[in-house]
């Protein structure tokens, strides 16, 4: 069993910064795949970002390159995503997810653990 905790949402102005933290506990860290994925009121859960169990594999969504950065610290057990040049757009909840295994997964049925998510608000 894995355990991931988000921290780091909060409500921010357009144009500014955030970094969601997320980690994680139960096993080997090492092991695991870790997601990022994003639900807007009223619409679907959508993938953000993936980095591989071993870090040298990173994916985004079209909708966030260039913006958002994903980055694992394997000594604190925790991944991070780096939001900047946030939009009104980008207002949701954002939930760590991950899973084990060498293969790469955007879908989120694919991933087998999940946080209970941080509230990101950007204002306009």
């Known amino acids: 069993q894995v355990q991931l905790v988000e921290s780091g949402g909060g409500l921010v102005q357009a144009g500014g910064s955030l970094r969601l933290s997320c980690a994680a506990s139960g096993r080997t860290f090492s092991s695991l795949n870790m997601g990022w994925f994003r639900q807007a009121p009223g619409k679907e859960r959508d993938f953000v970002a993936l980095?591989?169990?071993?870090?040298?594999?990173?994916y985004y969504s079209d909708s966030v390159k260039g913006r958002f950065t994903i980055s694992r610290d394997s000594a604190k057990t925790t991944v991070y995503l780096q939001i900047d040049s946030l939009k009104p757009e980008d207002t949701a909840v954002y939930y760590c997810?991950?899973?084990?295994?060498?293969?790469?997964?955007?879908?989120?049925?694919?991933?087998?653990?999940w946080g209970q998510g941080t509230q990101v608000t950007v204002s306009s």
């Open positions: 997810a991950a899973y084990g295994g060498r293969s790469i997964y955007a879908s989120d049925n694919m991933y087998e653990y």
């Open positions: 980095i591989t169990w071993s870090g040298r594999t990173l």
